[in-house]
């Protein structure tokens, strides 16, 4: 075997891959599949620290959500030439609609607000009421067993009562 | 054409002057990923050594042609990677990939001591996120692995995170940005990711994820089954990766315990140590150490009139629950208690090679399983030192200790002083136990895991360049 040659060879199809290689935007074009999948949650199976985290996001997310108002920046369009003139009639029908929906959607934005901060509020109350729950049980669990070895030693004294 | 069947039909196939996908579909049709790609290289070798007259750069061509179509360019450069390995004409190329290797840890240790043993055989790259220096690793962990590069990933998206990258900061509304990394994997042979991130789709021929614990549950960019192999360092671990990832990992390797004492421990003062992180939200339970060994003092002051409490571990700077603790033991006024913090490991050596009783807490009144201890590295330390352990009883704790015999386990503050007591006042008890934790933490040694990960690697490797086909 011309160890040499073979590895020029080598190094040769190592450049086009790559470029095959380099060329790949994503990481699912790399690796030739779909890598991204969906995972069901189960709220039952998590701890109360991963729970408290998982409000805490959802909380986020709602928060995010409060506007239901459209924002016209939010039309766009992706025809090259009938594009800009697209989006500036779904603006302008966006703007004359505003005039009949802005009451009923800044209701809804208000009540949004209600909800999300009514939620906040009880996310931490529940926190807090979790965080005495611990400091009682532990207490009362130090407190028992205390107890038990006082019951025990008193026990064990009357035994060896003279 | 050398080989068995297969290979010489796959050999045929690539060596022809026009090589068909669909030929290669047909003979490879009936095997899976990783076997069509341990065909192909075992037919891609037996040409080279033939020395096939201009037909191997073609048939190379034709295979990584194919490889890209079926499974992706990144499966291909894998195949160009494995070639050249297998050819002899470079060594193995290796890439530990740890997003927190930035701070001082158990896990980074583990790590870190997975590419000291394998440091001779592989070039190896070390990827972070956070500008690393072999220096720091020599301070931290008394490690030279100045003959590795470091390679920093930059993050954009944690520029504000100063320290900590927390990768569930990530949603499946964001792009993901640990993908630089992913992408970066496909260019070694072996890539190792040593973080509790499995937000990294590895595309190496060979990949392994070390798991500490899954703190996370699947959701957004988990790839953690994507790995060939997952190491795990506990039990413990092993039992929450089946019940929260929903599979069965792969390899147990203890943590390598390394801290043996330079001279053999014979004399002991009355001390009863614990060496943790002092954790911010207090998972390493010193305030209750405290409070047990106050309590003990107040009951049994007589017998207990020479003990110690030295509570050493790391902490950063700004701890408001080393502030809160020091500030607890100065309202005692009691003088017994110590606390050292951030000491140097040769300090660290001298107080295991003095103190008696060893005590960790780390799981106490937790109902989080994330935050008990998974493995629990300073009770392995501790017991190579002679020391008697009283630690809770759960996680990877109960691994460690056998009640009784190597030392004791607890559930509440009154079975730690229970025990403690009897530790302290039957001095045969201290001795059998301190003899036998002695012996015990053998189990955990660092040559014991230098030889588990090389074992494991060489046998990796061995596969990677000569697959086994048959």
């Given amino acids: 075997m011309d160890t040499e040659k073979i ?31 969906h995972y069901p949650v189960d709220l039952w199976e998590m701890s109360d620290r991963e729970l408290s985290a998982w409000m805490g996001d959802q909380l986020s997310i709602l928060n995010d959500a409060i506007d239901p108002r459209p924002v016209p920046s939010e039309i766009t369009s992706h025809r090259r030439f009938l594009g800009p003139i697209i989006v500036r009639v779904k603006r302008l029908i966006m703007k004359v609609l505003n005039l009949y929906t802005h009451s009923i959607l800044e209701r809804q934005r208000r009540f949004n607000t209600e909800c999300v901060t009514l939620q906040l509020a009880s996310f931490i109350r529940l926190r807090r009421l979790q965080s005495s729950l611990d400091r009682i049980t532990r207490e009362l669990a130090e407190r028992r067993e205390l107890e038990s070895l006082q019951e025990k030693k008193t026990d064990h004294d009357e035994e060896f009562r003279p | ?17 026009i090589p068909r996908g669909s030929e290669l579909d047909r003979l490879l049709h009936s095997l899976p990923g990783n076997g069509q790609r341990d065909y192909l290289l075992k037919a891609l070798k037996n040409l ?23 499974q992706g360019p990144a499966r291909a450069m894998n195949l160009i990677l494995r070639m050249e390995v297998a050819l002899g004409m470079r060594r193995p190329t290796l890439a530990l990939y740890d997003h927190t290797l930035h701070i001082i840890g158990g896990g980074q240790k583990y790590g870190l001591t997975m590419l000291d043993a394998l440091k001779a055989d592989f070039d190896i790259t070390i990827l972070t ?5 072999p220096a720091s690793i ?9 003959a590795c590069r470091y390679q920093t990933i930059e993050l954009p998206e944690f520029a504000d995170a100063g320290a900590h990258i927390d990768p569930a900061r990530i949603t499946r509304r964001m792009a993901n940005p640990f993908h630089r990394v992913s992408r970066l994997s496909g260019g070694f042979d072996i890539f190792i990711n040593n973080s509790m991130n499995e937000m990294v789709f590895p595309l190496a021929e060979i990949s392994t994820m070390v798991c500490h614990f899954p703190e996370r549950r699947p959701g957004a960019y988990f790839y953690a089954d994507r790995y060939d192999t997952v190491i795990f360092n506990s039990l413990y671990t092993a039992e929450w990766i089946e019940k929260k990832w929903k599979f069965t990992p792969h390899v147990h390797i203890y943590p390598p315990v390394d801290m043996p004492p330079a001279e053999k421990p014979e004399e002991k003062d009355p001390i009863i140590l614990s060496v943790a992180r002092f954790e911010q939200g207090g998972s390493k339970r010193q305030k209750e150490m405290v409070e047990a060994f106050l309590s003990l003092r107040r009951r049994f002051p007589q017998e207990t009139r020479d003990w110690r409490l030295v509570l050493a571990g790391g902490s950063p700077e700004n701890n408001p629950y080393l502030e809160d603790l020091k500030q607890k033991i100065r309202a005692t006024g009691d003088t017994r208690i110590r606390l050292r913090v951030n000491i140097s490991s040769e300090e660290l050596r001298a107080l295991y090679l003095r103190a008696s009783v060893f005590w960790h807490l780390c799981g106490l009144h937790q109902t989080d399983p994330a935050l008990v201890e998974h493995f629990g590295m300073t009770i392995g330390e501790a017991m190579q030192n002679g020391l008697v352990p009283v630690v809770f009883d759960g996680g990877g704790q109960r691994e460690i200790v056998e009640p009784g015999v190597t030392g004791f386990r607890v559930r509440t503050l009154e079975e730690l002083i229970r025990h403690t007591r009897r530790l302290i006042n039957d001095a045969d008890l201290r001795q059998s136990c301190g003899r036998a934790a ?20 060489s046998e990796r490797l061995k596969h990677y360049t000569d697959p086994q086909t048959s």
């Fill in chain 2, 129 to 133: 996120h956070r500008p690393m220096e």
């Fill in chain 2, 438 to 457: 002695l012996e015990a933490s053998q189990r955990f040694d660092r040559p014991r895991f230098t030889r588990e990960v090389r074992e494991f690697f």
């Fill in chain 1, 7 to 37: 590895k020029a060879e080598i190094q040769d199809v190592k450049k086009d891959v790559s470029i095959w290689y380099r060329s790949e935007a994503g990481v699912a074009d790399l690796a030739g599949e779909t890598i991204d999948r």
């Fill in chain 2, 48 to 70: 080279a050594s033939e020395g096939t007259q201009g037909g191997f750069p073609r048939a190379l061509r034709a295979a990584a042609q194919w490889l890209r179509s079926r």
């Fill in chain 2, 1 to 17: 054409m050398t080989g068995t069947g297969l290979e010489k039909q796959l050999s045929a196939a690539l060596f022809s002057r």
């Fill in chain 2, 138 to 146: 020599r301070d931290w962990y008394g490690m030279d692995l100045s």
